[in-house]
């Protein structure tokens, strides 16, 4: 069997890998138009702060590929025919599969603004978005970054690191409203401002202004305001890289590709996985696309076992993601709302430095922990989702609090603090139960520990 693969972002590679580990004679041909080899997207910041060298962002030696008979071929696919299972390059070449996995990825929203298509202005998502950036840096004296998502705020703190002045355009009265519950979202905002970023909350762009070069020179926001700058950074969300299959006979398409609970779409032996996926029926709470790294690798691995003809339905498994805003970490796990939602209370406690916080829901009847929020604390994944899945009461998970906490020398103080502060809103008397150390989380975990072998014990008392 052939399977071929259009993409070596994560959820095409993780794919590949799982084929692989699942079948030794399955032939694999993976594609893709960007890069030779699979790359960290998330990273690519790193490499125009010059904290890293393209060369780090690639997770696997070059000898892997050959290693897995996984073979790579550049080429930017055109069509694809699902009736003659046939895909066609730029170039006139084709390529015969018997099983396709459509995994292109995302690319950046635009929204006809007048001026978009001008030099000196892009988004961040490929490597050719980092080149072109990197080849105007010299022109750019001052910047502007529309779009206060997680791209954004890596693009101001980019052009920041270069000493370029950035002003971020914020749509929403603070940073990133739609997804961070309100006090996150203003703690973010402090930040930004807080590292010399020019951040305008509700703000708009309308239209980005060229000279004679058809080059960027300034924009203007909806409330009137023209901003001089060289560089303008679209960073309004992402969608999915789906125009070149658009026609395609028998492939349903909504603003992804549509696919069922198994990941295929509607046309035979075809299936989707990563960003440019659309879920037709997403469990409660979720959404259709998910264009998240984590999402990628479990879509991947999944989508491996029913081409091989061992259905699995896709499991989205329990929310979580991970980012920086510039020095604040975050973690979220499980059901955060930025809105809250009927029944579910809140205990949000922040550190009195105003960088530090944790969230933690719960339903109002019945105390059932339900997700967590983290900023610039690091909490162990497999404990929170152990909590979550198991409907933890908030009372005994406050009392061992300690199990979550990745450092617990470090960051010991914070869970007395949390604690009180639940004692002080609920009028309750918890107390903490020092369950710490690596031990006890294992043991918390179901691991099972091996005692030491080189030790042998004579009966010392
Ligand atoms: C700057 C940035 C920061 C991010 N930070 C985070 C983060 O902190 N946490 C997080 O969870 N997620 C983050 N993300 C999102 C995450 O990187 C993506 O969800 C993930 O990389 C998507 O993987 P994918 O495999 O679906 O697609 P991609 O990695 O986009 O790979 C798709 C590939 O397919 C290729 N392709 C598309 N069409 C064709 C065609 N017709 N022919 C040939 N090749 C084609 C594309 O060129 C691309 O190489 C970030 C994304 C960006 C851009």
Not at 117 to 123: A, E, F, I, N, T
Not at 130 to 155: N, Q, S
Not at 203 to 220: F, K, P, V, W, Y
Request: proline residues 4%; glycine residues 10%.
């Amino acid at each position: 069997m052939h399977v071929a693969i259009i993409g070596n972002g994560i959820a095409g590679i993780t794919c590949a890998r799982w084929l692989r580990k699942l079948d030794d004679g399955v032939r694999i041909t993976v594609i893709s138009d960007e890069s030779n080899f699979f790359f960290s997207r998330t990273a690519l910041m790193y490499v125009y702060m010059g904290h890293q060298r393209w060369e780090d962002l690639q997770p696997y030696e070059p000898f892997f590929w050959r290693k897995n008979r996984i073979d790579l071929r550049r080429g930017y696919v055109e069509s694809i025919d699902p009736a003659a299972a046939t895909l066609a390059f730029t170039g006139g070449e084709s390529l015969h599969y018997d099983k396709l996995v459509l995994a292109t990825g995302s690319r950046w929203n635009t929204f006809g603004w007048p001026g978009q298509d001008l030099r000196r202005v892009g988004g961040l998502v490929s490597i050719q978005d980092l080149e072109g950036l990197e080849e105007v840096t010299p022109e750019i004296k001052r910047a502007v970054v529309v779009g206060g998502g997680l791209i954004g705020i890596e693009l101001a703190e980019m052009l920041h690191s270069r000493h370029i002045p950035v002003t971020l355009l914020v749509r929403e009265g603070s940073y990133w409203s739609n997804t961070l519950p309100r006090e996150e979202s203003e703690m973010v905002s402090r930040h930004i401002v807080r590292h010399g970023i020019g951040l305008r909350h509700d703000t708009e762009l309308a239209e980005i202004h060229g000279d004679d070069t058809r080059s960027a020179t300034a924009i203007t926001t909806t409330a009137g305001e023209k901003i001089a700058c060289q560089y303008v950074g679209l960073t309004a969300g992402v969608r999915p890289s789906v125009d070149f299959l658009r026609d395609t006979p028998g492939l349903e398409i909504g603003k992804g590709i549509l696919v069922d609970e198994y990941l295929r779409t509607s046309a035979p032996n075809v299936f989707a996985i990563g960003d440019c996926a659309e879920v037709r029926n997403p469990r409660p709470g979720r959404k259709a696309i998910e264009a998240v790294w984590y999402t990628g690798r479990m879509m991947g691995e999944t989508a491996a076992y029913t081409i091989l003809g061992r259905p699995v339905a896709y499991d989205p498994g329990i929310w979580f993601n991970s980012a920086k805003f510039i020095d604040i970490e975050y973690q979220v796990y499980g059901e955060v709302p930025a809105h809250g939602r009927e029944g579910l209370a809140t205990l949000y406690w922040e550190h009195p430095d105003g960088e530090k916080s944790v969230r933690i829901n719960y339903e109002e009847n019945g105390g059932a922990v339900r997700g967590f929020n983290l900023m610039g604390v690091r909490y162990r994944q497999e404990v929170c989702e152990k909590w979550i899945r198991g409907e933890a009461h908030i009372e005994s998970v406050l009392q061992t609090l300690g199990l979550a906490n990745f450092d617990p020398e470090f960051y010991a103080q914070y869970e007395a603090d949390i604690v009180s502060l639940y004692n002080r809103q609920t009028g309750s008397n918890l107390q903490l139960k020092q369950k710490r150390g690596l031990d006890a989380v294992l043991r918390f975990l179901n691991f099972k520990t091996r005692a030491p072998r080189a030790i042998s014990t004579p009966d010392v008392r």
